[in-house]
């Protein structure tokens, strides 16, 4: 059985996405080289109902593994039976607690970032569910509400109602994305704990991820935004990381890379889930002369046969440069 211990520190992983860390691009990013996958978050609500588009969402493919599912919700008694449900079902190697979404949908219900207004109920969902299930039971969250060192306390509370590692993004729930994460915040959070702490944020390269893990002493990273259009970004810090040089993938190399992610959209989707696929396909190109343009053909593809089109043109351009913006 998968364990946090049994991954290779530092730790790094794709963050949980809404509506992108689907099997699919999981699949991608796992052909990259990323060793740990959170699946974008799932109602435990909808689970609950045993919603067939939810427990959709829920299947693994192998390749994804290890791939922890999060999930989020306030009731602990309904999460604790989703969580079960989940596990007997589609086997994730864990279970990560959504205690982080600042979206008004969510935190209006008391779900996501409301819990760290709420740390009882928090704790009672980690124990929950860590009594429903066998595998593995994670947190991710913010550094607070609106003040950046409620996660100094918070995180003591999850350790001890017995979640085995927190992820911490370095901001609060009312500054959404704005501002930049303070990963030495999260640093003093690790101090505070003995399970493995994984810092979140801003991390979009290898320099990025070397600083947060140097500034927090955290135990890995989470890559969200960073790794959207750039799946290789783990083989990158892999290779930052073993001294190694890193050739990055040329035009060419990013146009097999779309192939293969929009095929295994359509055999998981079927050909509607190139609409699907529509947000991530401009990332890929981002940065390349002339973009904005291919950007705006990306955007209104419905076909494979309509995307091949666009590649292949794309393709015999021979020689093009990415700027980093
Ligand atoms: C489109 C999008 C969807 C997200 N969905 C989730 C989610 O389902 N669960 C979650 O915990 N965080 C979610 N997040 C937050 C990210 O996991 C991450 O914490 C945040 O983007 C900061 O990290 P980054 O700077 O590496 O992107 C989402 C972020 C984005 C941009």
């Not at 979009?204 to 989470?222: F, H, M, N």
């Not at 190139?274 to 002369?289: C, E, T």
């Amino acid at each position: 059985m998968f364990s946090w211990a049994s991954l290779p520190r530092p730790i790094f992983g794709v963050s949980p996405m809404a509506d992108m860390t689907d099997m699919p691009f999981n699949l991608v990013c796992k052909a990259h080289g990323a060793p740990v996958i959170f699946k974008e978050m799932v109602s435990s609500e909808a689970l609950f109902r045993k919603s067939e588009k939810t427990i959709r969402m829920t299947t693994n493919d192998d390749g994804e593994r290890p791939v922890i599912q999060q999930i989020f919700g306030s009731d602990p008694v309904i999460m604790a039976k989703a969580a079960e449900f989940i596990v007997d079902r589609c086997h994730p190697d864990g279970i990560d607690i959504n205690m982080g979404c600042p979206v008004y949908k969510i935190v209006s219900n008391f779900d996501g970032a409301a819990l760290m207004k709420d740390p009882e109920r928090a704790a009672s969902i980690v124990r929950e569910i860590k009594k429903a299930v066998q595998v593995p039971v994670s947190v991710k969250t913010r550094l607070g509400w609106s003040n950046d060192r409620d996660c100094l306390d918070f995180v003591r509370v999850l350790e001890d109602a017995g979640a085995e590692l927190v992820t911490i993004h370095g901001r609060t729930k009312a500054q959404g994305y704005s501002g930049v994460a303070n990963w030495e915040r999260v640093g003093e959070a690790k101090c505070g704990v003995s399970i493995p702490v994984l810092v979140n944020g801003d991390i979009v390269s290898p320099e990025t991820a070397k600083r947060a893990l140097e500034i927090s002493g955290a135990d890995g990273v989470l890559i969200g935004r960073g790794v959207l259009g750039h799946p290789w970004i783990f083989s990158e810090i892999q290779a930052a990381m073993n001294g190694s040089e890193y050739v990055p993938p040329t035009l060419q190399d990013r146009i097999r890379i779309v192939r293969m992610h929009a095929e295994l959209q359509v055999n998981h989707y079927g050909e509607r889930g190139l609409i699907k696929l529509r947000k991530h396909l401009p990332y890929y190109f981002k940065g390349m002369a002339g973009w904005k343009d291919v950007r705006q053909e990306l955007v209104h593809v419905s076909t494979l046969a309509e995307l091949f089109e666009i590649l292949n043109r794309l393709e015999k351009i021979a020689d093009v440069s990415f700027s980093e913006s």
